[in-house]
C-alpha cells in the first residue's frame, strides 16, 4: 500500500490529514523497491488474475488519488505492464495536488482499476449508518458516471472498519474483499490487509516486509498501537497519534 510519491518537482497537497508524510515514498526508492521486485521474479497483478502455480505475485496499491502517484509511480507500472489498484477521494478529484478525471481516465485505459476511498476520506466508524452508507455509495456512483466504467473495489479510509461497514459495502455493490490497511482483530467479514510502505524504510526494511518479516522493535509499536485504539477508540486514538507527530515534529 503507496500513498504519495516524493519528489523535490512535485509538491503534495495541502491540508493533507496529520501524519501523511509519514507514508511518502521518495520516486527514487519506489523505482528502487519496484526493481528489487523484478529481480526477484516478481509480476503484480490484480486479484481477478491471480491463480494457483503462478509464480511470485503482488498485489500494488495507491491510496488518495495524489497526482504524485500519476506523475512517479504510472509510468514506471506501465513500462513493465504491471497493473495496480488507484483509490480515490473523490470530493479531492481535480484539486491542487490531486489527479483530475483526465489522469484517471488515462489509467483505466493502461488496464489499472479505479476504486473509491470514499467520498471525503472521514472516519467511516465515527458516522451515522447514514452518513457512512453516503461516503461509500456517492463515492461509488460519482466515479462510475464520470469515468464511465463499473467501481466495485473499496480500500476504507483512515483504516478504521468493521463488520457493519464491510458488510454495507457489500450491499452496495462493492465486492469482496475489501481492502484495508490492517486488519482489526474483532472483525469477522473477509477483508484484504495491505503493507503500509513507510517513508523512512530501507530497501532492506521493504524486503523483509515482502517476505513477511517485522524488526521486533515495529512488532512492539504495533502492539501499543493496538491497546491504544482499544482503549481510546477510534477518535481518541487518531487525536493521541495526532499529537505525538506533532511533538515529534
Request: charged share 25%; hydrophobic share 40%.
Amino acid at each position: 500500500m503507496y500513498h504519495g510519491i516524493a519528489s523535490t518537482s512535485m509538491p503534495f497537497p495541502e491540508g493533507r490529514e496529520i501524519g501523511a508524510e509519514l507514508y511518502d515514498v521518495t520516486s527514487d526508492n519506489f523505482k528502487a523497491q519496484i526493481q528489487w521486485l523484478k529481480d526477484q521474479g516478481y509480476t503484480a497483478k490484480l486479484i481477478e488474475e491471480l491463480s494457483p502455480g503462478q509464480g511470485k505475485t503482488v498485489i500494488i496499491t495507491f491510496d488518495d488519488g495524489e497526482m504524485s502517484d500519476f506523475i512517479h509511480a504510472f509510468p514506471v507500472l506501465k513500462k513493465l505492464g504491471w497493473k495496480a489498484y488507484f483509490f480515490i477521494i473523490v470530493k479531492r478529484i481535480g484539486q491542487k495536488g490531486y489527479m483530475g478525471w483526465e489522469e484517471l481516465k488515462e489509467l483505466t485505459q493502461a488496464g489499472m482499476v479505479i476504486g473509491s476511498h470514499g467520498l471525503s476520506h472521514e472516519i467511516l466508524t465515527n458516522l451515522l449508518d447514514s452518513q457512512m452508507e453516503e461516503e461509500l455509495l456517492a463515492s461509488k456512483k460519482n466515479l462510475e458516471n464520470n469515468l464511465n466504467i463499473k467501481v466495485d473495489k473499496l480500500s476504507i479510509p483512515r483504516g478504521f472498519c468493521n463488520d457493519k461497514i464491510i458488510e454495507a459495502a457489500h450491499r452496495l455493490g462493492y465486492s469482496q474483499p475489501v481492502f484495508i490497511s490492517e486488519k482489526p482483530e474483532f472483525l469477522k467479514t473477509p477483508c484484504l490487509s495491505r503493507i503500509a510502505i513507510k517513508s523512512n524504510w530501507s530497501l532492506k526494511r521493504f524486503e523483509k516486509a515482502v517476505c513477511g518479516q517485522t524488526p521486533w522493535i515495529e512488532k512492539t509499536g504495533d502492539i501499543l498501537k493496538k491497546i491504544l485504539k482499544t482503549i481510546f477508540r477510534e477518535s481518541g486514538y487518531n487525536w493521541i497519534r495526532s499529537q505525538l507527530i506533532r511533538l515529534i515534529k
